[in-house]
């Protein structure tokens, strides 16, 4: 019986959503992000193994940070012209060699160039999977973003706590386990690229322009402002969004003196409300359209983030529980609408606004750290309170819902949007 994984299986009809395609790239990418995330999981003991400064841990993340989401766009625009079902391996191959050199590097520039592999690895991954949740979609491409970043969101909670397991007691040596992660992740990438394989040959078309994109008729100019817009976004979401994943312990802590083990458990809390948010934001942005999503998400979220400061413990979670919610919605309803902007484009844009989002959350933790060393905790959360402000500035996104809902309407495709 043929799999949808088969080389030789018929591709399936573009307008209905193959969601064993969805769960296999969802599951690749929360693979992907757990390795990931073991980098800054194992900080303290790659510190204490090579004598490391704090400026030297920095410049890991930033190795790290920069090959991961500077090539992404370049990646992008490369595998629209010619796209490579083998890449989605590739990928993962060279973030298994990454993995193995840490666990075997003497000095700290083989370190760096160890973590610079992962950071390539994850480059290559994200453009190209997210044209493959693109195109498996059936038009619903809010859902498939959500399901696919959703996996994402997963393994990077999932990264630290396998890596105090099994690599903090036994040391340095024992991150190679997790090249057996990697290589699960080689052999999902492959059956997947067999599918893909298979609706490049047959619907090559409809690999970088899947079903429900249309021509915007917009000016050159627009179009630049609405990507100008868009990432302005991403800039606000992920600034709070790294204030949150990198401080909220040390702010628990600092101002309602809880344990590190309670802070942790406030934590996780946190990010299980943006998986919740993660996975309802595509949906609805399909339902009700992507700029009423952003809207919401982003904007929506400043009453709560205003008054987290100003709560006790039990309000603060509350809250926090909330904002996770409502900002991690953000993403996919923002990426949809960033592809329908520019059809034809998925991994450029994938790579421009994933390589953006790692970027500017690297960037922003360091400065959020610096500012807080010169002030206090307290006084980061206040000032990231008023960045989901900069949610207003959607109402100067144009409305392409209506356009897509009329082609889609003469091509005899009825669904919400």
Not at 155 to 163: D, R, V
Not at 246 to 262: A, R
């Given at each position: ?13 573009v ?5 064993a ?14 390795l ?36 992404q ?52 991954f ?19 973003q ?47 690229g ?35 817009i ?57 339902r ?13 979220a ?77 006084h ?20 392409i ?17």
């Amino acid at each position: 019986m043929k799999t949808v994984f088969s080389a030789k299986a018929a591709p399936a009809p573009v307008n209905q959503t193959v969601y064993a395609i969805l769960f296999a790239i969802s599951l690749s990418h929360l693979l992907n992000d757990l390795l990931q995330s073991i980098i800054p999981a194992i900080y303290p003991m790659l510190k204490t193994n090579f004598s490391l400064s704090f400026s030297q841990v920095g410049l890991i993340t930033m190795t790290s940070q920069l090959t991961a989401s500077v090539l992404q766009p370049f990646v992008g625009h490369y595998t629209d012209r010619n796209p490579n079902s083998k890449f989605l391996a590739l990928a993962m191959v060279i973030t298994l060699i990454g993995l193995i050199c840490i666990s075997l590097a003497p000095t700290f520039p083989v370190l760096l160039a160890s973590v610079a592999l992962i950071g390539v690895g994850s480059a290559i991954f994200h453009p190209e999977a997210s044209r493959v949740a693109h195109l498996a979609s059936g038009g619903k491409k809010g859902l498939a973003q959500s399901v696919f970043q959703v996996g994402g969101n997963a393994g990077t909670s999932i990264g630290p706590l396998l890596a105090a397991l099994i690599i903090i007691p036994h040391g340095q040596g024992h991150i190679r386990w997790f090249a057996l992660v990697a290589l699960i992740g080689v052999i999902l990438l492959s059956l997947i690229g067999r599918w893909y394989q298979t609706n490049m040959t047959y619907n090559k078309p409809l690999i970088s322009r899947a079903v429900g994109d249309v021509s915007t008729s917009l000016s050159k100019n627009k179009i630049f402002w609405a990507m100008s817009i868009l990432l302005l976004l991403i800039f606000s979401k992920y600034i709070y969004m790294a204030s949150m994943t990198n401080y909220f312990t040390f702010y628990l802590i600092d101002k309602f003196h809880v344990s590190v083990q309670q802070s942790q458990l406030y934590l996780f809390a946190f990010l299980g409300a943006i998986a919740a948010g993660t996975i309802l934001g595509g949906p609805l942005g399909d339902r009700y359209g992507r700029k009423l999503i952003i809207w919401i998400s982003i904007l929506g979220a400043a009453p709560f983030t205003i008054l987290l400061p100003y709560m006790n413990l039990a309000g603060t979670i509350v809250l926090a529980i909330i904002i996770g919610i409502i900002i991690s919605s953000a993403f996919s309803a923002i990426l949809v609408y960033a592809t329908e902007l520019v059809p034809g484009k998925v991994g450029m844009i994938a790579g421009l606004f994933f390589g953006f989002a790692f970027g500017i959350a690297g960037i922003g933790s360091a400065v959020l750290g610096n500012i807080a060393d010169h002030t206090s905790i307290a006084h980061v959360f206040s000032m990231c309170s008023f960045l989901p402000l900069m949610g207003i500035v959607t109402a100067f996104l144009p409305n392409i819902e209506n356009a897509r809902f009329t082609t889609s309407s003469k091509a005899g495709t009825h669904r919400n949007v």
